[in-house]
């Protein structure tokens, strides 16, 4: 297990930078992130002097120089000024990330309090009222566009009804109950598509267990249904939605950009998403290197996860 | 309990779906079940729409009219049969443009899943077959592939080549081909090793033969599923960049820019935004229903997908 866990985290290592060097040189091809600084006040600037601060930030060395200039500062914690203030990216990024972390860890929450349990439901009333109930909620939460249900949200419980706000976090001062209100919608309308995936993922899982041999030797034998359902069955299907959820997390963390750009939410998404419309290149790569790392380091987690919680996995 | 073999009625035994015919509701109920008749339909109605859509829709999708500017649907106050659906935020008729997106959405639903659907089994064909390096290296390409976050690769890319219909059904094509990739490699791995692949192999098939005519047919139930599975999903990710303003151009009414335009009139006009988000969801819904249904009867071992 340790020789298969090495080898996954040297890949994982490899295909953050990979996808860092994608997007790095996809972003170049955008065009001349200088007519960007132009546009706010420089009419006067000078092609020479425009020329100096294209040799200052390294626009003129080729694309694959620039990438190991810019990883070269990444590894020694240094990831470049923004473009148009001249910000240390990180102090920018690390301003915004409690936000979108706030919310992943919301919707996840969300997501698996109500997904798992729906699942479960849904198997062990299988043909039943409460399995049609399940699975139109699995169906409708797969099915419904993010960007949609936040603004169905939105003008349901803030413009018709005014019980929840909506737009941004609310202020840093706000007591507990007004942070927790603000929180409400987006949480939801982000873990809603989610917890479908838990609830499909629980079903099939429990069908197959409530199926076995195992479980139907505890029911000849006399055990309480919901003994057999929860310690017997509940603690084996449990290894489908476990795997899950580490990669739910990093889904969700990249998955928001469009509930951050609804809920005018102050957090990474919407920075990476003006990042790309104004040709901030370090503070996109950063995003993205951001995210990809969650994600390989969240998809190595479950890998471990998987290996940890079935025994029966034997990894070459 | 029957005391004799002869008395049992053996229609009991059989399973639920051979049983006598059930009339009336009963049976109406078991039909819808067992058959997709309502997604079928507004699958149907879409197609319908998409490739008829000038003849069908009462008004162009593109003229505006400022005296229908945010105007209610017909059955509400103020508003009447010019626009049935209403009128949007510059008075063009919300109902045929809808009509007219329901083409967008067909051709992200065939051109794009097409490609990925034929790129994304060809490399999980030869991954499987030739193993090793070449293995490794399409699924490390894989790997690589899913820890982009796509709406970030996509607005990068539609914002370097001008957004446009054809950049667009490209960038989805590539979002759709690595899911194919691993489940069809997978399949391959247990194909491969078949008798009839070796006495294909020692019969003198070229390797191009072995692939097309004896490994490929094997995998297209798997990849009709997973193409019927991955329909809805792209046709979300499709109304998200339309949304972000990093989709379909104007005037092109794709609807999840139909969708955006709405949002600034949420508290004066709740249709502009209602009726193309209504129809995205029943749309990927009805996909998504079909694939679940098309997985159970061509391969239920996918069920985990």
Known sequence: MGRFLARRAFFAVLTVFAATLIVFTVSRLVGDPLQFLIRPEGYGISPEALEAIGKKIGLDRPLIVQYLIWIGGVLRGDFGNTLLTEKPVIDIFLEKAPATIQLSAAAWIVATIVGVPVGVLSAVNRGGVFDYIGRGFALFGQAVPVFWLGIMGILIFSVQLDWLPSGTKGPPDASLWETIRHFILPSLVLGWSGAASYARLTRSAMLEVLDSEFVKMARAKGVAGQKVIWKHAFRNAMIPPITFSALLVAFFLSGQVVVEVVFGWPGLGRLATESVFQNDFNTLSTSVLFFAAMFAFMSFLADTLYAIVDPRIRYS | ?305
Request: glycine share 8%.
């Open chain 2, 1 to 305: 309990m029957a005391a004799n073999v002869q008395d049992i009625d053996l229609r009991t035994l059989a399973p639920r779906a051979i049983q006598a015919p059930v009339k009336g509701a009963a049976y109406a109920w078991n039909f819808l079940r067992r058959w997709p008749v309502i997604p079928a339909t507004v699958l149907l109605t879409i197609v319908v729409c998409s490739i008829f859509a000038s003849q069908i829709a009462p008004h162009s999708f593109r003229e505006t009219d400022l005296r229908f500017r945010n105007q209610p649907p017909a059955w509400m106050e103020g508003g009447n049969t010019q626009r049935i659906l209403g009128g949007d935020v510059v008075g063009r008729d919300i109902l045929s443009r809808l009509i007219h997106g329901a083409r967008v959405e067909m051709m992200v639903a065939t051109i794009s899943l097409l490609g990925g659907a034929i790129v994304g089994t060809a490399l999980g064909v030869i991954a499987g077959y030739y193993g090793r390096v070449i293995d490794e290296i399409i699924m490390r390409l894989v790997d690589i592939w899913f820890s982009i976050p796509f709406i970030l690769f996509a607005l990068v890319v539609t914002i370097a080549f001008e957004p446009s219909l054809r950049v667009v059904l490209i960038l989805l094509a590539i979002l759709a081909w690595s899911v194919f990739v691993r489940n069809i490699r997978a399949e391959i791995l247990v194909l491969k090793n078949t008798d009839y692949v070796a006495a294909a192999r020692i019969a003198g098939a070229s390797t191009m033969k072995i692939m097309m005519r004896h490994l490929f047919p094997g995998v297209i139930n798997t990849m009709m599923v997973i193409a019927s599975l991955r329909v809805g999903q792209l046709i979300l990710a499709e109304a998200s960049l339309s949304f972000l303003g990093a989709g379909i151009p104007a005037p092109t009414p794709a609807w999840g820019v139909m969708v955006s335009d709405g949002r600034s009139y949420l508290d004066k006009a709740w249709w502009v935004s209602t009726f193309p988000g209504t129809a995205i969801l029943l749309t990927v819904m009805s996909f998504n229903f079909f694939g679940d249904w098309l997985r159970d009867r061509l391969d239920p071992r996918l069920r985990q997908l």
